[in-house]
């Protein structure tokens, strides 16, 4: 490529983003729009200071519906306090770094996801992850979640029924020497722990092993029944009587999926069950096909509510819960 035609490429690029911007300034401010005229009452944002605890973004080895500047930029614009932004196959401090710089007051929180890509359970893996999202010079908050294997997990080779190459986390019943040191290095530098693709009993040994170090944890998606973990309600008892918390993830929102109603029945009964008090909402959205994870985690959030939740619960489950996962301020509202 010429220079001419590169730079012709990076100004058409620039101009692009540009209009990106504008029309989700627009979307935004439409959707926090108010009817009526003098009197009229606010309209709630469910969105105001709640963390998305899973959130896809480019750059990204698949197609993902926005890069993680514009992802933070939507979420803020919505009234969000931050996202963790997770890749399967890169770690996220380097991108969350720059988002941090580009988009203030707003916190870009980044993922190291174990999987065969970064060598398993590489302890100089974690290491480097760790360097990076301490560093003094880092705009973004220093901290990082660590978690482990999930596309190339054993559990999750299992359950696409693959031969393929997968990432042990325990055997026989017992946590593998590199988990636990994994766990150790977690504790070491002030992380989060994260469970990935593991399964029921995996995780809630992971649990013992994490309230033994000290280390705050949580388990993905606990409410999806075709990914792992795939935890029953027991499994999820015995995970937050260990002091870890259980996502629960809204994926797509969209009206007219014929999914949807029976997926938010399950997740709302599971979490009556569980109690709101260990629960975090999340999205797991990011995907090129799917609603940006703000329009998905607030349309989660109301049919929630739907379903009996209060304001004060799904504030607990996405704003509070969160923020305590991280070790972050608890929201004083």
């Not at 299992?158 to 290095?185: F, M, N, Y």
């Not at 349309?299 to 009996?308: P, S, T």
């Amino acid at each position: 490529m010429s220079i001419r035609r590169k730079n012709r490429s990076l100004v058409t690029g620039a101009l692009t983003g540009v209009v990106v911007l504008a029309v989700v300034a627009v979307s935004a401010r439409l959707m926090g729009a108010q009817g009526g005229g003098r009197g009229a009452q606010p309209v709630e944002n469910v969105l105001a200071g709640v963390i998305d605890f899973h959130h896809h973004q480019e750059p990204d080895e698949r197609e993902r519906n926005l890069d993680i500047i514009d992802a933070s930029l939507y979420a803020r614009l919505r009234g969000m306090r931050g996202a963790v932004f997770k890749s399967h196959s890169q770690q996220t401090a380097t991108t969350t770094w720059l988002a941090a710089k580009m988009v203030p007051n707003f916190l870009a929180i980044p993922v190291i996801d174990l999987n065969l890509v970064h060598g398993g359970l590489n302890k100089y893996a974690v290491e480097n992850f760790a360097t990076i999202v301490k560093k003094a010079q880092n705009p973004a908050p220093d901290i990082g979640v660590v978690m482990l294997p999930s596309d190339t997990s054993c559990a999750q080779r299992r359950a696409e029924k693959s031969s393929e190459e997968c990432v042990a986390i325990a055997r026989d019943g017992r946590l593998l020497p590199e988990t636990i040191a994994v766990i150790g290095l977690v504790r070491k530098h002030g992380l989060v722990l994260a469970s990935g693709h593991c399964d029921p009993d995996e995780c809630v040994l992971v649990a013992r092993e994490a309230q033994r170090q000290g280390v705050p944890y949580t388990v993905t998606h606990v409410n999806l029944n075709t990914t792992p973990p795939m935890l029953d309600l027991p499994h999820m008892q015995e995970i937050a009587k260990l002091g870890g918390y259980l996502e629960f993830a809204s994926q797509s929102q969209r009206p007219g999926n014929p999914t949807l109603e029976q997926r938010n029945t399950r997740t709302a009964d599971l979490i009556r069950k569980l109690g709101p008090q260990y629960a975090i909402l999340e999205t797991d959205l990011g995907q090129a096909n799917n609603e940006p994870a703000p329009d998905g985690l607030a349309a989660f959030i109301m049919n929630l509510r739907a379903k009996g939740f209060t304001k004060a619960e799904t504030d607990l489950m996405t704003r509070i819960n969160p923020a305590k996962v991280l070790g972050l301020p608890v929201p004083a509202d």
